[in-house]
């Protein structure tokens, strides 16, 4: 059976900004990887005139189209309220909803212990996915969602971006032009500052690279949780990075 791969992100174009490279990788890889995005972005731009309604609605067929360049296998919309992620029972739930659908092997979002980080989403997306990970793995947590047909989940493997202390590095030589192609797909949010953009993406994968023997690369930290005995055949170098 493959493998699949969550992701849990705040905002529509987090996942193709910070591992755009390592997602395609993945996909081409065979991993089913599903994207679940908290919010709209709905207040991402810098025009008054600007209706958040229509950009929200802009920002989904933005993240529908850097679905099909990444691979993704599905996009789950939470639809709450760009800015105002916090850490509440309501996001909590919303989010144990979706890996007792998705049933992910990993894990992927944002360090939430990454000093200065400055947008409280990211911090707020980080925290609750790591916490909603552990609700989806006991029935006492929601116990609605399994009456409703859901089955427990336990996810083994978890990869922080947006890190500070990085200890696990993706090759993304061969998908970083790519990556950037899905990122383009958010007009609304990179067209103006387009090549700056590019450029300084470009030189974090290449450190990121310098740092790990590759071209270029994308950073993660990794958390392997081990859950119950530990199978003898569990090959723990085998499913490092
Ligand atoms: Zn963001």
Not at 39 to 66: I, K, M, N, Y
Not at 81 to 97: I, N, V, W
Not at 128 to 155: E, F, I, K, M
Request: charged share 30%.
């Amino acid at each position: 059976m493959g493998k699949v791969a969550l992701a849990v992100c705040a905002h529509p174009d987090d996942l193709e900004f910070f591992c755009g490279g390592s997602t395609i990788a993945m996909a081409r890889d065979g991993w089913d990887v599903f994207l679940a995005i908290a919010t709209d972005g709905d207040r991402g731009a810098h025009d008054l005139a600007v209706s958040r309604e229509s950009l929200a609605a802009q920002r989904r067929e933005e993240s529908r189209r850097a679905g099909q360049t990444l691979g993704l296998s599905g996009i789950v919309f939470l639809g709450k309220e760009d800015g105002e992620l916090y850490l509440d029972p309501s996001l909590r739930s919303d989010l144990t909803r979706v890996y007792r659908k998705v049933q992910p092997d990993r894990l992927i979002t944002f360090d939430p212990w990454r000093r200065y980080e400055l947008h409280p989403d990211h911090r707020a997306i980080g925290f609750a996915a790591l916490d909603a990970r552990l609700a989806a793995r006991l029935p006492l947590y929601y116990a609605d969602q399994l009456r409703d047909g859901l089955r427990v989940c336990t996810v083994r493997e978890i990869l922080l971006f947006n890190t500070d202390e990085p200890d696990c590095y993706v090759d993304i030589t061969g998908t970083f032009d790519a990556k950037l192609s899905a990122l383009a797909e958010h007009r609304s949010q990179w067209e103006s500052i387009w090549d700056d953009t590019a450029r300084s993406l470009r030189q974090e994968a290449e450190r990121a690279g310098r740092a790990s023997g590759h071209v270029m690369a994308e950073a993660f930290k990794r958390i392997f949780v081990p859950m119950g005995p530990v199978s003898a055949d569990w090959d723990l170098e085998e499913e490092g990075c």
